[in-house]
């Protein structure tokens, strides 16, 4: 049963335009939620994260938003570079701490110049 | 301020044997926990350790053990290795408390021939 899904294994996007990244959860008890970047042969890196008290949070180029009631969340990346080609994780937990990250299988993003 | 850090990157090992990794995590972390990525089934928990003792534990095989020192440094083991165990592993840290990010070392690869 998985608990975190990003249902889009791979996206291309041109350079310059935006990108967005899609996760769904299923269970409630999740009330944070965190993004990672990886390369290969890497370890993931942290992107952004939102607690479920918020709707949206910004960092930069990276904005994730947050939809409760429909257990869904997703980043967008405006505008998309080459270097931002990778595999993103999202990632939920409990915003009180002490319980593991439960990971989504990533999406694989491309950025074509 | 050094991130988390694996020890060793690479190592092959034979069915059958056992191997220690290793992990330093950022300082001031006292919390570190492991997880397990493969291509099939992705990101996945394996266990966390706050102050040498072992707090959450995911749903793998009594093969796979680990353990904190006074000074937070961790280790795992898998013994009796089977192929299935190739694997990148992961190491990360964060600080105690809420809403805190976890960060992620390089990771320790791990073949089984």
């Known amino acids: 049963d998985q608990q975190v899904k990003q249902n889009s294994p791979s996206l291309s996007v041109q350079e310059g335009r935006i990108s967005i990244l899609n996760c769904d959860y299923t269970?409630?008890?999740?009330?944070?939620f965190l993004w990672y970047k990886k390369y290969p042969a890497e370890g993931p890196t942290f992107l952004i994260s939102i607690s479920s008290i918020k709707d949206k949070n910004e960092d930069g180029r990276f904005t994730v938003f947050l939809n409760k009631s429909a257990k869904h969340l997703s980043l967008h990346i405006v505008p998309s570079q080459p270097g931002d080609s990778a595999v993103y994780f999202c990632a939920a937990s409990r915003y009180s701490g002490n319980t593991p990250l439960v990971f989504g299988k990533g999406t694989r993003l491309s950025v074509i110049a | 301020k050094a991130g988390v850090t694996q020890t060793p990157r690479y190592l092959i090992k034979t069915r059958g044997q056992q191997v220690t990794l290793s992990c330093s995590p950022i300082s001031g972390h006292r919390s570190v926990s492991w997880y397990q990525q493969t291509p099939g089934q992705g990101l996945q928990f394996l266990f966390e350790?706050?102050?040498?003792?072992?707090?959450n534990k995911g749903n793998f095989p009594g093969r796979f053990s680990g353990r904190q020192f006074s000074n937070s440094r961790s280790e795992m083991n898998v013994s009796t290795l089977e192929l299935g165990d190739s694997a990148l592993y992961l190491c990360?840290?964060?600080?105690?408390?809420?809403?805190?990010?976890?960060?992620f070392g390089e990771g320790s690869w791990l073949t089984v021939v």
């Open positions: 990360a840290s964060s600080l105690e408390g809420p809403g805190n990010t976890i960060y």
């Open positions: 350790y706050f102050s040498e003792t072992q707090r």
């Open positions: 269970n409630s008890m999740f009330d944070y």
